[in-house]
T-cell receptor, first 111, second 114 residues
C-alpha cells in the first residue's frame, strides 16, 4: 500500500526565517505528489504538485518542493516565512484517483 | 468557477439523530470525493463517485453512512443514528477525470455530536 509520512508534527519558526517540512512516501510505482495547506477553520488548498518533469516545483507564494526518487521524499521549503504562513500543511500522494494524506505539519510563525 | 460548495458549514446534533451534508462540486467535474478529518489528523478517504456511480467506499464508511450523487452533479452524505465518534469535519472534493488532475476541496462541514 502507498503511504505518506510527515516527519514533523509541529514546526515553530520565526518570521523571515526559512522553513522545511519533511515528507516521505512509500510506493513501488510512479507517484503524483501534492502539498496542500489548511488555514484555521478552512478547507484544503493546493500549494503545489509534482506529476513529472522537473523535480523542483514552485508555488506562487514562495514555497517550493523537490521530488527525490532515490530518497522517496518530497520536502517542502520556503526561504523566508510570513506570519500569514501559519497553517497546517499536508503532503499527499495520489493513487487510483484518490488522495492519501500524511498526518500534517502545523507551522506556527512568530514575530 | 465558484469552487466546491458545502453546506451546512456547521452542524450540532444529538446522539442518535440523522444528519445530511450536501456538496456541490465545481461544474464539469465528474469525480467527487468525500473525506473525513478529525483534529490533528490528515483527511481520510471515505468514498468517491465518477458521475453518478459510486466507485469506491472505504471501510471507514460504516452501514450508518450513505452517500449519493443521483444526477452526477451534487452529492449528499447522510449519517444515520449519529454517535459521538462521528464528530469530525467532512470534506468534499472534486476533480476532472484524469490521473494527476488537481483535486479541489470545499470548506468542509463540521459535525459535532453531543
Amino acid at each position: 500500500a502507498q503511504s505518506v509520512t510527515q516527519l514533523d508534527s509541529q514546526v515553530p519558526v520565526f518570521e523571515e526565517a526559512p522553513v522545511e517540512l519533511r515528507c516521505n512516501y512509500s510506493s513501488s510505482v510512479s507517484v503524483y505528489l501534492f502539498w496542500y495547506v489548511q488555514y484555521p477553520n478552512q478547507g484544503l488548498q493546493l500549494l503545489l504538485k509534482y506529476l513529472s518533469g522537473s523535480t523542483l516545483v514552485e508555488s506562487i507564494n514562495g514555497f517550493e518542493a523537490e521530488f527525490n526518487k532515490s530518497q522517496t521524499s518530497f520536502h517542502l521549503r520556503k526561504p523566508s516565512v510570513h506570519i500569514s504562513d501559519t497553517a497546517e500543511y499536508f503532503c499527499a500522494v495520489i493513487l487510483d484517483y484518490k488522495l492519501s494524506f500524511g498526518a500534517g505539519t502545523t507551522v506556527t510563525v512568530r514575530a | 468557477d465558484t469552487g466546491v460548495s458545502q453546506n451546512p458549514r456547521h452542524k450540532i446534533t444529538k446522539r442518535g439523530q440523522n444528519v445530511t451534508f450536501r456538496c456541490d462540486p465545481i461544474s464539469e467535474h465528474n469525480r467527487l470525493y468525500w473525506y473525513r478529518q478529525t483534529l490533528g489528523q490528515g483527511p481520510e478517504f471515505l468514498t468517491y463517485f465518477q458521475n453518478e456511480a459510486q466507485l469506491e467506499k472505504s471501510r471507514l464508511l460504516s452501514d450508518r453512512f450513505s452517500a449519493e450523487r443521483p444526477k452526477g452533479s451534487f452529492s449528499t452524505l447522510e449519517i444515520q443514528r449519529t454517535e459521538q465518534g462521528d464528530s469530525a469535519m467532512y470534506l468534499c472534493a472534486s476533480s476532472l477525470e484524469a490521473r494527476g488532475n488537481t483535486i479541489y476541496f470545499g470548506e468542509g462541514s463540521w459535525l459535532t455530536v453531543v
